[in-house]
């Protein structure tokens, strides 16, 4: 009489051990994303949600290709999952990657100022670097603005910059302060200029009148304090009031240019301060790609690229922004913000 036979168990296949486990920690991601993204709209924060706040673009940019593979496998549960945080980058980011449809704006020749054109830019100089600053200075030259608003100006920089760009730009407010100096370099008149702190400032702003052929514009040089503090766990900002502070100053000014390192990103309730009040962000209006400024030279991740966006020219309706994008690296750990407005009122 035969034993019976004793069926061998079916040895695991490795290939789709790893497979499994792998798609088990992107359902792990999803759900830490989904998590963040739902923190992120309490009105309360944390401090280390509104840090990792200010790299959710990065943190959402590759739901797009896990979504497309999921579709592509037919992991249906997979494709819903991944869809949400897919769909907040969309949201969020997709409008910074399309063309740019700003009408074309037409020069009325009965109107007085109807054509006035200005390349605007504001940069970050980096004080605290000892540093040839040749490269910053061409850039500079290079730049064909007519006006720049400029941070953390040092006593090298405003010495490099009077002996070489007085030409081109002959009216000059210049504070060298380190990390709180500041100014603003212009290729028409200046006047009523002001180097001031608001009541909740710690660094120094610049604010003057240009005379662009008859239209007089208050532009604005301006840094406000990085707002996270890690002492706390509830998140508090630090550079609220004087954002409010700065835009009250802009309500009642006319035409207005409110340039500089604000120190917080577009996900910031900060930044939506600015725009509830009707100014205009440049670079999110006709700007294409993240745009991110910072950090621009650092010696692990800044020889990369920089990832976060916290410099901005902000202009009010008078103006319209036609185009706008990030300078090249030049000593700083900040890259310049460039724009070329119109001013259509």
Not at 137 to 143: A, G, Q
Not at 210 to 233: C, K, Q, Y
Not at 235 to 247: F, V
Request: with cysteine.
């Amino acid at each position: 009489m035969s034993q019976p036979e004793t069926k061998q168990p079916t040895p695991e296949n490795p290939v789709k051990s790893v497979l499994s486990w792998k798609l088990s920690f992107l359902d792990f991601c999803a759900l830490v994303l989904i998590l963040l993204l739902l923190l992120m709209f309490f009105p309360r924060r944390l401090w280390f949600v509104e840090l990792l706040s200010n790299l959710i673009h990065w943190l959402l940019l590759p739901s797009l290709p896990i979504l497309t593979f999921m579709l592509i496998k037919r992991r249906w549960r997979d494709s819903v999952l991944w869809g949400i945080p897919a769909l907040v980058f969309l949201i969020l980011f997709g409008g910074l990657f399309l063309p740019s449809f700003a009408p074309e704006h037409t020069c009325d020749p009965g109107a007085p100022g109807s054509c006035t054109h200005l390349r605007v830019m504001t940069w970050n100089l980096f004080g605290i670097l000892q540093a040839d600053r040749q490269a910053q200075i061409d850039l500079i030259r290079n730049s064909g603005a007519d006006i720049i608003a400029l941070q953390e100006v040092s006593l090298d920089s405003e010495a490099a910059i009077e002996a070489q760009l007085s030409d081109m730009y002959p009216y000059q407010i210049l504070f060298p302060d380190g990390i709180s100096g500041t100014g603003l370099l212009s290729k028409y008149p200046v006047s009523d200029d002001v180097i001031f702190k608001t009541d909740a400032g710690i660094l120094c702003n610049t604010k003057a009148v240009v005379d662009v052929n008859g239209l007089e514009i208050t532009v604005f040089s301006v840094h406000p304090p990085p707002p996270i503090a890690m002492s706390r766990p509830v998140y508090e900002s630090r550079s609220r009031d004087e954002i409010i502070a700065l835009i009250r100053m802009t309500s009642d000014a006319g035409p207005v240019l409110l340039m500089g390192d604000f120190n917080i990103s577009d996900q910031s309730p900060d930044y939506d301060l600015l725009t509830n009040e009707g100014l205009h962000d440049a670079f999110r209006d006709t700007g294409w790609g993240f745009g991110s400024t910072w950090p621009a030279n650092n010696r692990f991740i800044g020889k990369f690229l920089p990832f976060v966006r916290i410099d901005y020219i902000w202009h009010t309706p008078d103006f319209q922004s036609v185009n706008a994008w990030t300078g090249p690296r030049a000593v700083s750990d900040h890259l310049p913000v460039i724009a070329d407005l119109v001013y259509v009122q």
